[in-house]
C-alpha cells in the first residue's frame, strides 16, 4: 500500500505557509466600499462564474430593505456616511426589494455602483420605471456597471449563453439612451492583450452611444480571472517588497460584503466579494466585527487580487 501523504495543503493555516513563512495579513483601514450581495440567484449561468450564481442557486438568498438598512445606520454612525455603496450578485434586479434598497441608499447620500448584466430582470417595466425615477432624483451618485464579458457577440455569448450579448447591449443602449452613468465589466478569459480588449471596446460603446472612456479602469473594468483548482502561489509578509505592491491596496483594506446565507436567522459580513461561502471569512453580524485585519490564506487573495490586482469597487 503506498504510503499517505498527510501533509498541510496550501493556504490551510491562516498564519503561516506551507513552506513554513510567516502569510501575509491586511489591516482593514476604513470603508471605501461596503457591498451588499442581493442573492445568488440569476437570470443565466455563466462559464466560471466565481459565485456560481445560476437560476437554481439560492445559496444566498435575497435581501430585504430591512437587512440592509442596519449597515448604513452602522456606516453612519461611523462617520462613513459619504462611502460607496455596492450591490452585486446573481442579479441584483431579481431581487424584489431592490427598487426600495436602492432609493433608501440614495437618500441618506451615499454613492452607489450598481451591478446588473442589463437583460430582461432589468428592463421590466417596473424596474425601468423605478431606475428613471432613481437617475432624475440622485443622477451621477447612481452607476449602472453593466458586465460584458467580451466585445464581441461571439465569445460573450460563449461565456454567458447564445443571445446574451444582444439582450445586454439593448439594455446597455436604454441606459445611455437615459443619461445614466454608465461603466463596463469585461473578463480577461480569452487571454487577449489588454490593449486589443479596450480597442475593441471602444468600437462597441460608440455603436451603443455610451459615455463610456474604454482607457479608464474605473469605466472598463477588465477582471482577473480565477478558477476552482488554481495553484497560484501564497503571499508572504516579504511578498510585498518583492511585487512592490501595498497591503493598503487591497480590496479587503476597505471592502466588506454583507450576505445571507439561506437558513441563516440573518445577514452577517464577509472579507470581500470574492468569498461569500468561505465561513472563514465571515466576521459576524455587525460591521463593528468586521473592521479585522483578513489573513491571505485563500487562493483568490493572491490570484484575484495581489498578483491580479483586481478590486471590484470603482
Known sequence: MADTDYSPQKFSDPFITLKGEIRASVAYTGTRTLWFNTGTLCNIQCVNCYIESSPRNDRLVFLTLDDVKPYLDELEAAGEGGCEIGFTGGEPFMAPQMIAILDETLSRGFTVLMLTNAMRPMMRPRLRGGLLALTERFGDRLTMRVSLDHFSADLHDEARGRGSFEKAAEGLAWLGENGFNVALAGRTIWGEDEDVSRAGYEALI????????????????????????????EITVDCWGILNVLPDDQMCASQRMVVKRKGAESASVVACTQLPYDEGFDFGRTLAEARCDVQLNHPYCSSFCVLGGGSCSA
Request: proline share 18%; glycine share 14%.
Open 206 to 233: 460608440g455603436t451603443l452611444g455610451l459615455g463610456i472612456d474604454p482607457s479608464n479602469p474605473k469605466q472598463l473594468v477588465l477582471f482577473p480571472e480565477m478558477k476552482d483548482g488554481d495553484e497560484p502561489p
